[in-house]
């Protein structure tokens, strides 16, 4: 569970900056220049992610169980994940209409992964990973509702049809091959 923990402790602080110390972050950015702190947040973020993935395949199949989950849960989970794999790739697209009618699709994306996997997963490794991320992103969708998010930009349909192409071939991958191979979890059983 340590490594678990200690990739949250290297993800978390520096994506928590914008919202608990926007100030010292933009002066950072300021002094050091924004392609340095763009790798060090690179850094960091690929060190985190790394440990929280290795971690949560180390720390799973031990993990207390706090309880067990639904039937039907893992079936919900295959859908709601293809939901948050196009609004995730939505997040990260030029402006289209969901961008424009969800807001912040990427965040929205992180909220229904992490519940999605709370629900289906009764450990104790899975609620301190998924519970976190939950945290984190609900946590950053309100925060997001205070910040300036600037001047309105025209959208393209074009960007929701890849998102939603896109987003359900990354679902696909992830569903047949890389769930599996990342965390030792074969979705569709």
């Not at 220049?33 to 060090?40: A, L, R, V």
């Not at 697209?93 to 699709?105: D, E, F, M, S």
Request: net charge positive; no cysteine.
């Amino acid at each position: 569970m340590i490594y678990l923990i200690l990739g949250l402790v290297a993800f978390f602080p520096i994506h928590l900056l914008t919202m608990l110390a926007p100030q010292w972050r933009e002066a950072r950015i300021a002094s050091m220049g924004e392609n340095k702190w763009k790798g060090i947040y690179s850094v960091a973020s690929t060190i985190g992610f790394v440990l929280i993935v290795w971690g949560y395949s180390l720390a799973r199949p031990d993990a207390t169980e706090l309880f067990t989950p639904p039937s039907w849960a893992p079936h919900l989970v295959i859908g709601l994940m293809a939901i948050a794999f196009i609004l995730m790739m939505a997040g990260s697209l030029p402006a289209g209409r969901t961008k424009q009618a969800v807001k912040h699709p990427f965040v929205l994306s992180i909220m229904i992964w992490a519940f999605a996997h709370l629900l289906a997963n009764g450990d104790l490794a899975s609620a301190i990973l998924f519970g976190s991320f939950l945290i984190y992103a609900v946590w950053n969708r309100i925060n997001l509702k205070h910040r300036d998010v600037g001047e309105p930009v025209a959208v393209s349909s074009t960007s929701d049809l890849i998102a939603i192409i896109s987003g359900l071939a990354i679902w696909v991958i992830v569903l047949f091959w890389l769930h599996e191979w990342a965390i030792g979890v074969i979705p569709i059983a």
